[in-house]
T-cell receptor
Framework: GAGVSQSPSNKVTEKGKDVELRCDPI?????LYWYRQSLGQGLEFLIY????????KSGLPSDRFSAERTGGSVSTLTIQRTQQEDSAVYLC??????????????FGPGTRLTVL | GEDVEQSLFLSVREGDSSVINCTYT??????LYWYKQEPGAGLQLLTY?????DMKQDQRLTVLLNKKDKHLSLRIADTQTGDSAIYFC???????????FGTGTRLTVIP
């Protein structure tokens, strides 16, 4: 497909379990972003990858959250020991070159995470 | 952090104009964006405006920027039921890798 894809589309898990969320960016896009959208809130930045540079992790809310990007393409966001407050829609975006001032971010449909 | 503010809800009748407002915090933001999110979908970029512009028009969409007041608005002319969605404004402060989004305005178009 031509767009950003994410899987799964929905994930229900029990408190304390680990989850992995996947993002496939648009082919050729070097920049990848993860955001979190909680009910009634705007999008909260989590992490940014640009090429082979060290990721910008400044938005990760706790050390239970981590992300990696393998081969400069697919990215996985991992949440360990999930808590109920982690319930949200997790959105991934990619852009051609990175840097929002010059480049458009294209968003995937998101993964809705529910922690019971 | 940045604090981008929007009202949460707006209802308009089909055929009327909609105006969605946003205030942002960083006067040095170079670009300001409007995104649309339909139910169950990701965010779709609608339009953006460069900070040295006051207005940008694109078909039914008009963006107005007041840099002095740090106020951004999106006007949708002849609003249709298909325009019902959540609209997010976002700013991109210099030096930031990410966009800072508002809470979104849920637009409901009444037939």
């Amino acid at each position: 497909g031509a767009g950003v894809s994410q899987s799964p589309s929905n994930k229900v898990t029990e408190k304390g379990k680990d989850v992995e969320l996947r993002c496939d960016p648009i082919s050729g896009h070097t920049a990848l972003y993860w955001y979190r959208q909680s009910l009634g809130q705007g999008l909260e930045f989590l992490i940014y990858f640009q090429g082979n540079s060290a990721p910008d992790k400044s938005g990760l809310p706790s050390d239970r959250f981590s992300a990696e990007r393998t081969g400069g393409s697919v990215s996985t966001l991992t949440i360990q020991r999930t808590q109920q407050e982690d319930s949200a829609v997790y959105l991934c975006a990619s852009s051609l070159a990175g840097g929002p001032n010059t480049d458009t971010q294209y968003f995937g449909p998101g993964t809705r995470l529910t922690v019971l | 952090g940045e604090d981008v503010e929007q009202s949460l809800f707006l209802s308009v009748r089909e055929g009327d104009s909609s105006v969605i407002n946003c205030t942002y915090t960083d006067s040095s933001s170079t670009y300001l964006y409007w995104y649309k999110q339909e139910p169950g979908a990701g965010l779709q970029l609608l339009t953006y405006i460069f900070s040295n512009m006051d207005m940008k028009q694109d078909q039914r969409l008009t963006v107005l920027l007041n840099k002095k007041d740090k106020h951004l608005s999106l006007r949708i002319a002849d609003t249709q039921t298909g325009d019902s969605a959540i609209y997010f404004c976002a700013e991109s402060p210099p030096g930031a890798n990410n966009l800072f989004f508002g809470t979104g305005t849920r637009l409901t178009v009444i037939p």
